[in-house]
């Protein structure tokens, strides 16, 4: 050991390439360049609507932006860990900094950029995802109550369309919701008890069902199948049996559905927890 202290080389070394290697993994986690559908999905489903990707997307920026976020204070936490321990050769107590005005600047600027930058983003996905078209291609009224679901084909919330269908289904036998893949389709939400929340998993999409109020959403199923759908608002006591099923078919299909639930006189609407027609079952 040399006595102008040659010996806190190593430490002068790791103190150069920390900085580095920290630059060098904000470029990689913030600059590869995928799409959404070549990251992971993070515990998300595989969207199936058009609108799916945009909310997978907007997940999936979120835990970039926390990773980015995780590793500087990760970073900075090592590097104080490191460069100001306490030396067994100096003082026991180091020297005490007060009054550092563009370090308390920096951290309360940073964090509110950071929550300004996610608002944003959260706002504008929001807006698209809340937006209804004047002319979907299909309505359905989703009837929500204690414990299972209803669907008002080709119905608004006022269920006065002779021609509609419905179907009701209960805790026992849930029921199955049948949409036209590649046709948009308006759900208009009403609820006859309390607050419920009408969940098709793989929408990555869920909106309450609240008493009173008319909630509606409006999405374009892309691929068929079979999914799942559930309440995700604790209701009751049988809040878990309020399931449902999603198949999306065919447009031809769709119309087939129909015809076999108005054959066996399901026409009309169920009461949709709003109003009461002379056409509600």
Known sequence: ???????????????????????????IATATGCSSQDLPRLGLPSPVTKEGPMVLQMWQGSWIAALVVGVLVWGLIIWSVIFH??????????????????????????????????????????????????????????????????????????????????????????PTLYLPKGESVLFKLTSRDVIHDFWTVNFLMKQDVVPGLVNQFEVTPTAYGTFRGKCAELCGVDHSRMLFNVKV????????????????????????????????K
């Open 1 to 27: 050991m040399s006595p102008n202290g040659s010996d806190r080389s190593p430490r002068r070394t790791m103190r150069r390439k920390l900085p580095q290697a920290l630059a060098l993994g904000l470029v």
């Open 85 to 174: 321990r306490r030396s067994r050769t100096k003082v026991e107590v180091p020297p005490q900094t007060r009054y550092n005005v563009p370090i308390e600047a920096l951290y309360t600027a940073v964090p509110i950029i950071i929550v300004s930058v996610l608002f944003y983003f959260t706002a504008r996905d929001e807006t698209r995802l809340l937006h209804t078209s004047k002319k979907p291609d299909h309505i359905v009224n989703v009837v929500g109550f204690q414990w299972s679901w209803a669907f008002n084909y080709e119905n608004d919330e006022h269920g006065k369309n002779p021609n509609g269908a419905y179907e009701v289904g209960s805790p026992a036998q849930p």
């Open 249 to 280: 078919v065919s447009p031809a299909d769709y119309q087939k559905h129909l015809a076999e639930l108005r054959a066996k006189g399901q026409t009309g609407a169920v009461p949709s927890g709003l109003i009461t027609t002379g056409s509600e």
